[in-house]
């Protein structure tokens, strides 16, 4: 294993934050913390190219007043529902949902679903969590 | 407890439905039977009617492409979301959906919540079961 | 159809409850409202023996604090994976718990499974509602 | 808003895929690829110790047949059963379970309730996803 080292700009305000948030969980020096995000991020985008099954969560926070988006989503779930276990919903307030819905299938097919969903206008925020349907793991 | 007789007129076929119905369920006469089937009514009337809290679930099945369904009933369950505890859906084949509502309240409140949907035009079928929040049972 | 007349017997207090039920329903005379509760019963007992797909909910109140009872039922259900599609859990208080079951499958697969949960000691309230997929509503 | 330029060892295989995942995603140098993620760890972390109201998911993966967790887990969520909407469980296979709570509160006590149920023994995966109740974004 050969060690590379490269350089990173960034501005002063950004990076005093950051080595406050690495002091506080427990990191020695900057390039372990670095380290650690990248392998998170390879970790994320193996999953989310996976041709194994996986399974995950797609969370949705949406306005229900905007015009016809319930009917969207609906319509976009049910041309995946072999994929889409369940979905929740939570009424939030008068206005805002919740939606989680939970997905089983290939990381790759999974990530197409999420991103129709979360890409809809009137859909304030969207995430995809996927994680290991657990056979894998004694 | 004064005991009293009342007359029921009823076609044949369905009678002996169900005789052969109260049979495998190990009743040994009809008016113990029928007194079963009235003192249920009675209950989940009673629920339905009630003024203390109650908990219970609202299913609905239904067909996802009946144009603006799900924007209605999204907008309807807002209109109550403080009632409702959650909203699974399970989008069943191409079409048909089952929706699970879980449904905290007065039990009078709940009803009426449920009558909504119920008879919302493209509901093929829906269903209120209450019962309790289990304070009152030891 | 040939029409039968059969008697019941029933306690006063029992019966005069009953009046003001079915009169605040709508009903004209005590044989329809029977006749109707026995049709119910009928379709509900055609549910749980059926052979082809239903769907349904099963309901259950139970305490949390019962001893190894949430491990029974995860183990329960855990038997029974192909055909449980979801399992909505509420925190009611402290100490209660509603756990809403979504199950596809034969009736009378599902009533098997409900009355295996529904018999365990610490399990309040119980109850089956099934219904259909939908494909054969129009 | 001052420029610092820090160093990162890394090891060179770590480095080529990371090259790899930066270029599929369109970025042009590292240092915006790392400044991307140093960003979304702080979004991340800042959610995880807000005040304000959020909402969120908690993601278990485990082993049902482990002696006594499924009691141990209810008994946590039932400490904490008014920031708990909704769990849905998922039974994977004859042993794995998916749960997925719907949490909702303050960022820090979220984070509290994730990293207990996170840590029992037996889980094998856990995740929180936490994001806004929708109100601050019109």
Redesign the interface.
Known sequence: ???????????????S??DR?ITNKGYTN??EA??D???D??VQ?EWESATQET?G?I?L?????T?????L???L?????QA???????????????E?L?VRGRGQDIKKISDQMTSARGV??G?L?L?????D?L
């Open positions: 294993m050969e060690l590379t080292r490269f350089g990173v700009s960034i501005d002063d305000g950004l990076l934050q950051f948030l900057r390039s670095i380290r995000l990248i392998r991020s390879l985008t399974i969560t969370t926070v949406y306005n229900s007043h015009h016809e988006l319930s009917d989503l609906t319509r779930q049910h041309g995946h529902y889409i276990i369940s979905t929740t919903h939570i009424h939030l307030d008068e206005e805002n949902c919740l989680v939970i304030k925020h995430r969590s994680t290991t349907t657990g056979k793991i």
